[in-house]
């Protein structure tokens, strides 16, 4: 079983932005906490960052008859980009979407979620620990649909 981590803009600066609402860890250390989660489980992971809403788009694409799950947080294009959820409605694959901070409980713009439409559940504000309640729910989801 292969599954797609994405993580949209910002995210990079896990560690040192807004530390008050994201926490002190680092990207490095996420990344690190959901490859050990993965060997642990027995899934192959592949963790991808980026800026760019539109790398974000052929990576998904690119996920295609190549994996069989995704985790997604598009971060702040979450809250505007219909390209991702056509993307996501495109390829198929089961999704979850991840926020590290609670979204609802924050400034009513972040409340909207575009690709929302396309997950089959969202985790919202359980920190680091949401992208490991996504890999696990997903390896199970994944299991009994298949
Ligand atoms: C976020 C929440 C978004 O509103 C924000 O733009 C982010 C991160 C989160 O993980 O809590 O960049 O997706």
């Known amino acids: 079983m292969k599954i797609l981590v994405l993580n949209g803009p910002n995210l990079n600066m896990l560690g040192i932005r807004e530390p008050e609402i994201y926490g002190n860890k680092t990207y490095k250390d996420l990344v690190a906490m959901i490859g050990d989660r993965a060997v642990k489980s027995g899934v ?41 959820l056509d993307a996501l409605k495109a390829v198929g694959i089961p999704a979850v979407e991840v926020h590290i901070s609670d979204v609802n409980g924050r400034e009513e713009f972040r ?12 985790v919202s504000g359980k920190g680091f620990e949401g992208y490991i309640e996504a890999l696990d729910f997903l390896t199970q989801y994944i299991g009994e649909n298949k």
Do not use: M, W
């Open 44 to 84: 192959e992971v592949e963790v991808y960052q980026s800026n760019h809403e539109g790398d974000l788009v052929d990576k998904i694409q690119s996920a295609y008859k190549n994996a069989d799950g995704i985790i997604i947080n598009p971060a702040a294009y979450t809250h505007t980009s219909i390209a991702l």
């Open 111 to 122: 409340k909207t979620s575009f690709v929302r439409a396309a997950c089959v559940k969202t």
